[in-house]
């Protein structure tokens, strides 16, 4: 798929179920090729299974359905490729790379409460199975068992680091939850609030594997920049998909956005619209079924242009960020970058 598709115009109005053959072979499916190229992942996995294997027996069943989370595992990817882009992977970026996708776990099941999501990767949320008040706890006891992972890297400025960012993360989603409902909401402030919610930790990723790996600061800074323009880029097309994404495809809930009253790029776009109106009132008492939410925006949306408007923000925010890779030698490694930020818009899950 091109970064033009970033995925399907027309909503799904059923319920998400599995593809033939397991989360498992989904999981393998997705990764197959990055494995054959990136022998370390198997470590990261070997690293974040004995993490969740450490749990108290009384909620092993939920750290069970935790693991059928797996996704592309693109955060691990970004770690170790920003290693070898720099030339000198080592074998603590495996700790890291496990490190940065339970920080991302911890995250999705917290994201999973706040927007009442029944669905994560084809598969019920632990709030779906549990109760908010377990969801957050489950989701606390991952952070801290990433950032005990993190301690084994023997780095204070990494841990430093890691610490900011877990920081950031949070500050990104407290100003997002307090902009819901806001209709005047400036741009500036939603990518201000993307720049930490989303951006943050794959900067982050970038950022803390060259310093691992001993890399000038000019490319440290680079491949920071490098991720943090392909986070907000991967932002957009969650927006995006959120409003036209089918949920048989991404296995998860769709249209919290919508019920939750959070302004996003293509809504905001629209509310500056001739139609702004129609959108507006829809905003401010949306269907209850979220679906019929999503069917009813989708066409204002498409005759404003705000689809369009908002793919082309995330191409051009992946055209900078691979703009910073040019400051890189040279290598394969820098091309396999570049092909992960144009996956980060070009996907429909």
């Not at 004995?50 to 693109?74: D, I, T, W, Y």
């Not at 606390?140 to 890297?153: G, P, V, Y």
């Not at 995006?240 to 998860?252: A, C, V």
Request: charged share 20%; hydrophobic share 40%.
């Amino acid at each position: 798929m091109s970064p033009v598709a970033l995925l399907d115009s027309n909503p799904s109005t059923h319920i998400a179920h599995p593809p033939k053959g397991g989360l498992e072979s989904i999981f393998r499916q997705t990764v197959a090729a990055e494995i054959s190229q990136i022998p370390e992942l198997a470590e990261v996995e070997q690293h974040i299974d004995a993490v969740l294997n450490r749990c108290h027996s009384r909620f092993a069943p939920m750290v069970e359905q935790v693991k059928n989370f797996r996704g592309k595992r693109f955060r691990p990817i970004m770690v170790l490729l920003s290693a070898k882009a720099v030339g000198n992977p080592t074998p603590k970026h495996a700790a890291l790379g496990a490190v940065m996708e339970l920080i991302h776990t911890a995250t999705l099941i917290h994201d999973d409460v706040l927007d009442e999501a029944m669905i994560r990767r084809f598969a019920p949320t632990i709030n779906a199975l549990h109760d908010n008040y377990t969801s957050i706890l489950l989701g606390d006891w991952i952070f801290s068992q990433a950032f005990s992972l993190a301690s084994t890297l023997e780095n204070l400025r990494i841990n430093h680091l890691l610490s900011e960012s877990a920081c950031r993360i949070c500050e990104g989603e407290l100003n997002q939850g307090m902009d819901r409902g806001n209709f005047g909401l400036e741009e500036s402030t939603y990518f201000e609030n993307i720049n930490g919610k989303t951006a943050e930790l794959i900067a982050a990723c970038c950022k803390v594997s060259a310093i691992l790996a001993k890399a000038p600061e000019d490319q440290v800074q680079h491949l920071e920049n490098f991720g943090r323009k392909v986070g907000m880029a991967f932002q957009i097309a969650d927006d995006l998909l959120d409003l036209w994404g089918d949920e048989d495809r991404t296995g998860k809930s769709l249209g919290t956005d919508l019920q939750q009253g959070k302004l996003t790029l293509p809504i905001l776009h629209a509310l500056r619209q001739p139609q702004s109106e129609r959108v507006l009132a829809i905003l401010r008492n949306p269907p209850k079924d979220s679906q019929k939410a999503r069917a009813s925006l989708i066409p204002l949306l498409e005759t404003a242009g705000s689809l369009d408007y908002a793919k082309q923000i995330a191409r051009d925010l992946i055209h900078q960020a691979k703009m910073e890779l040019s400051n890189l030698p040279a290598t394969v490694w820098r091309n396999q970058l570049t092909t992960m930020a144009e996956q980060a818009i070009a996907r429909n899950a």
